[in-house]
């Protein structure tokens, strides 16, 4: 059985490795190891410009928008709280546009933390800029207890109350266009939203790349094999008929 072909965004920084300090595009190997765990392939998605999104959509079988620095206020409408990490501009305007491409062709698509925070943004909700009791300590990744929305998505891939892996201080105000909570922390925090089936559309708030539980990936990439399945079959049945 052919691996689907998983997209991963990534981080554009500076950096220092062996003898060299300079600006890199880099992705914490635990993202790809999360992805070849699960039965994927993952391939690194640095920011591009935002014209080639729908090409780039076009040859992957899934996509994930991995997490990083703060969504940049002036996307949902709001005035930046001091609070408010400095903004990465090149990753905002690709990764909307790699999200609206993915929606648009049925990609079967997965936001963490940063990613589900820019997929409710992309759908025109917004965000609440900061939040108490979600980051252990600076650098420290922490833990929560994570509920299900029973009948929602999350909820057949995790069906259970879930110690989840977190490191986040901002969050899901008001819902997108279309998107459901399909999770909640204890205090109420949104930790997951969905879009309605057929799209495989989901976001966690949490970090499952920081943890040893593989289902929300291993359904990205149940997800993505299906849908390159339907796409090859399509393609076939297309040429008999020529």
Avoid: F
Avoid at 62 to 86: H, I, Q, S
Avoid at 122 to 137: C, F, K, N, P, W
Avoid at 183 to 193: F, L, R, S, W
């Amino acid at each position: 059985m052919n691996k689907p072909l998983i997209g991963v965004t990534t981080y554009l920084d500076q950096a220092r490795w062996g003898v060299w300090d300079m600006p890199a595009a880099l992705l914490p190997a635990r993202y790809p190891r999360l992805v070849q765990e699960s039965g994927g392939i993952a391939v690194m998605l640095p920011p591009d410009a935002p014209e080639t999104a729908a090409a780039v959509v076009a040859r992957l079988d899934g996509l994930v928008v991995a997490g990083g620095a703060d969504v940049e206020p002036v996307r949902y409408g709001a005035e930046r709280d001091p609070r408010t990490g400095p903004p990465a501009r090149e990753r905002d305007t690709w990764e909307l546009a790699l999200i609206d491409a993915a929606i648009a062709v049925g990609t079967p698509l997965l936001g963490i933390c940063r990613g589900m925070q820019l997929l409710n943004v992309a759908r025109g909700g917004t965000l609440v800029q900061h939040l108490d009791g979600h980051t252990e300590a600076v650098g420290v990744i922490g833990r929560h207890a994570v509920k299900p929305v029973p009948g929602s998505r999350y909820a057949s891939l995790v069906p259970e109350l879930a110690e989840v892996p977190t490191y986040h201080h901002q969050a899901v105000d008001r819902l997108g266009a279309g998107l459901a909570a399909s999770a909640h922390a204890e205090d109420g925090t949104v930790e997951a939203v969905e879009l309605a089936a057929p799209a495989w559309v989901l976001g966690v708030q949490w970090h499952p790349e920081m943890g040893e539980d593989l289902r929300v990936m291993r359904g990205l990439v149940a997800a993505a094999r299906a849908t390159a399945s339907d796409t090859a079959a399509r393609l076939t049945e297309t040429r008999a008929q020529r």
